[in-house]
């Protein structure tokens, strides 16, 4: 480990903490700053320093894939420190209640603090699952009185998830903040000579300069120099004889890049192309998307620190990063690569029997999935035990030669990552959801078209786990096995993924039974076909977009659409015909964007007329829920009745959001019972649709409402059971942990089970569901009279169907606000001036009025029930209304304009200092 050079500050502040910790005391310490800039190091630097002083150290690093972080970490510990009269064990059983287990960890660790004062050393902290950081959260407010330092390190990405969430507020209420920034020039020559063990001329300097201060990458490109022979050191100093980037950088650049969202490296690599500085528009021309698509990507890549931004323009960083991205490899797609008929003869076919091909080889089974030719059984290493060996069910319906949709399917798959990326890592949650929800055939189609010649073993494993994981939980013991077992036949998987695999396998293997020959299909009778394609149902690609807007992986879907629009129009045919519109409104609408979701939708039903009648049903369904929540409730009605004539057959693909669209529209009508009858009724054996509960997060709620209402208590119960149950087996997808909390919220009357809601449906970019969350909070916390809190949850709620143009939404609430000491609504519309005072909207005063009150952005977000993004957002509008540039302005504003908060009338009492 190189030393620590120009670190030597945060050092001091760290060891400062050691020492309060041995004293006694509890703090909490979050170390951030970009990639590679060495928090890391500085972690395992002051690791060894608290052992040193005679600390526990307890330290870990949370992953992509295994996450036993913090509770497990601290469970480890727990079997070291505890006495043998404690059962730890009894911690890590599978049916232990959370929070329980929350609680009993934290008074054992307290307890053991007290006798030997610990460190916990978490890196990587961004990382973590939703519920571990839930657990961090706690863990660190109630060891607040015990010797514990708690030790974080995490990237600050722009990213939805919990992790993030739990770490903000932490540095907001209880941690100190530790901001590692780009070395100065006198560190970064230390570090030169550190490394190389020489003194650094001008052109090592010149190198060093184009890494930007960045450790991470000093190392790489010295060593790429070094292996390339293009470093000198002679009579103790270090030359550099080129100015071309050597291989190995690019190879570092690649798996930076691997660890980014797809809408980062889409932003980079075509960025590259336009030059080392560029604008958002310029990139959006370039892919033919909009600048609001990129947004997310830009914000995620500045605070990550891969661009600066100046104004309207991104600029690169770091240059080795920019000249990096010039290469080839990255600027040209990875071309579409032929899929082998063949895999190694080394299972059981599917009658049983062994069945060569004249290569030697056997048929594929047809588990939809097909992997690269290994070599063969004799190339696979022993492993120790029998594997059980499956009967290889039949999954997907057989396709004509002239189907295209696998190979459309495939390279949209392909355009979600840049050459660096296995497209197995993005798709494995979203098809592990779709097989759960009862579209096994489809997922493992889509797995197919994904495990192409060249995916690695690791990538392949993962997909394989967590697809064979969805095919389990909706019955299909018998695919789930035969998918493993293709994956097991790989020589080159890893000795712990071979482990999980046989561990799936065996899990499996002994509950096929009859089912092994299932395939997982729609819940209800056999697929219809459709015109779009000879044989399928569907074309495959709009299942995939369907998949990641059910997993909140909306970037991913909106890459697939740009990728099939593209691939269409480059064979000559037309990608924007009413199927993609379709498609697309789907995704708006689920984002929140009901005013393009309806011009989305409006355009597909003006191309109708050149296409299959059935191909316009998505479209007619978004038109019909935007109406809804417009409160044109005939629109609506039309809609719905064309649509049911267009879909035929209880299987159709868009049965489930045709029952849905009906259940709404009956609600909006006043017919609760009506609502629940069409969804799940217990008396009538209508039972609840897997398919419809993972698209649409806010089933359950609804149903819970609306079954309260008219006594239907035992309904009310099985949507919240099953909701909860879906979000069990899916517990990364935020959309469905918050439609459970929801849920559970109303049935019990739990007001903090909806405020968890609201969090989880903003993180998961479903703001509609978080109103609606928002809204039912406000109405427990009148309940117990609490009005302040609830006029706050409302404007909150408010603010959102504002922002999503749901204006039927959006009245509802305003009645409640004025019932609620007639409060004073701000008037909306083009009557509003453009400019000044009385141009500010309500959600505007609400964030002008926090701030006014000395909060922090991140405070007043968390005050307001807003993210700190809106906030942001909020303030950058009142500062151009107002034409001013800063807080002290806006301050003397509000004094003119408005009353003052309790807090400073307060503060300036006759009789005070002031």
Known sequence: ??????????????????????????????????????????????????????????????????????????????????????????????????FWLMDRVGELVGSAARRHPLVVV??????????????????????????????????????????????????????????????????????????????????????????????????????????????????????????????????????LLGEMSPAVRRLLVDGRRIGHTFTVDEVAALLGETAHDLASGVDEAVQVGLLRRDGVELTFTHQVVGEALQHAAFREREPAAPVPATVPSTSTGAAGGRSRAPSGGRPAPETGVRRPDTGGADARPERSGPVPTVRVPSAAP????????????????????????????????????????????????????????????????????????????????????????RTLARPDVCELDRAKLSRALADSAGRVGDACGEVPGPGRGQPTVSRQCDACERPLWTWLVRAFVAADQFEEATAVLAAVRQETEK?????????????????????????????????????????????????????????LHRGDLATASDQLRLTERLTTGDASADRARLDWALAQFHAASGRPAM?????????????????????EPTAAATLVRQARQVGLGPDAERAAEFARRLAERNPVVQSLMGGAEHAEGLLRNDPLALHRAADLHRLAGRPLAAASALEDAARMEQSTRDKARAVRLLESAMDLYLECAAQCDLERVQKKLRRLDGHNVRRLGAERPKSGWESLTSAELRVVRAIVDGRTNREAASVLFLSPHTVDSHLRRVFSKLDISSRVELTRYFIAHETLPPVMAVAHQPGSAV
Not at 18 to 41: E, Q, Y
Not at 416 to 443: C, K, M, V
Not at 457 to 467: G, Y
């Open 675 to 695: 609502m629940v009858q069409t969804l799940i009724n217990i008396e009538g054996q209508v039972v609840p649709d897997p398919l419809l509960f993972t698209e």
């Open 122 to 255: 978490l890196d990587d902290a961004q990382r973590i699952d939703d519920v571990s950081a839930l657990a961090l959260r706690g863990l660190v407010q109630s060891l607040a009185s015990s010797p514990v330092l708690w030790l974080l390190a995490r990237r600050p990405v722009a990213s939805r998830s919990l992790a993030q969430h739990a770490v903000d507020w932490l540095i907001d209420h209880v941690a100190v903040r530790l901001h590692l920034g780009a070395l100065d020039n006198e560190a970064v020559a230390e570090l030169c000579t550190s490394i190389l063990g020489a003194k650094p001329d001008a052109s090592v300097l010149g190198w060093a300069e184009r890494c930007g201060g960045n450790p991470w990458l000093m190392e790489n490109v010295f060593s790429a120099l070094i292996k390339a022979g293009k470093m000198i050191i002679a009579d103790g100093a270090a030359s550099v004889v080129t100015e071309r980037l050597p291989d190995g950088v690019r190879a570092a650049v690649r798996g």
């Open 398 to 485: 057989t396709r004509s030669s002239g189907c295209g949709c696998d190979d459309l399917a495939g390279r949209a798959v392909r355009n979600l990552a840049g050459p660096s990326d296995d497209p197995p890592w993005t798709l494995a949650r979203a098809l592990r959801l779709l097989a759960g929800a009862g579209r096994g055939a489809e997922a493992c189609r889509l797995a197919d078209v994904t495990l192409r010649p060249g995916v690695e073993a690791a990538a392949e494993a993962h997909l394989v786990l967590e697809l064979g994981q969805g095919l389990r939980d909706a019955g299909s013991h018998g695919l789930a096995a035969a998918l493993v077992q």
């Open 1 to 98: 480990m190189h030393p620590l050079v120009g670190r030597e500050q945060i050092l001091s502040s760290l060891g400062r903490h050691l020492d309060a910790t041995l004293r006694g005391s509890s703090s909490c310490v979050v170390v951030d700053g970009p990639f590679g800039i060495g928090k890391t190091h500085l972690l395992k630097a002051t690791a060894l320093e608290g052992a040193e002083r005679g600390l526990t150290v307890v330290a870990g690093r949370a992953s992509i894939t295994d996450q036993p972080i913090p509770i497990h970490l601290l469970i480890n510990f727990l079997r070291h420190a505890m006495p043998e009269d404690v059962d730890v064990d009894e911690l890590v059983r599978p049916d232990s209640n959370p």
């Open 571 to 627: 064979r000559g045919g037309t990608a924007t015909g009413p199927l993609w519109h379709g498609h697309h409104a789907e995704l708006l609408a689920a984002a929140g964007r009901l005013e393009e979701a309806r011009v989305e939708a409006e355009t597909a039903l003006r191309l109708a007329e050149r296409s299959a009648p059935e191909d316009s049903v998505p479209a007619r369904l978004v038109l019909a829920r935007v109406s």
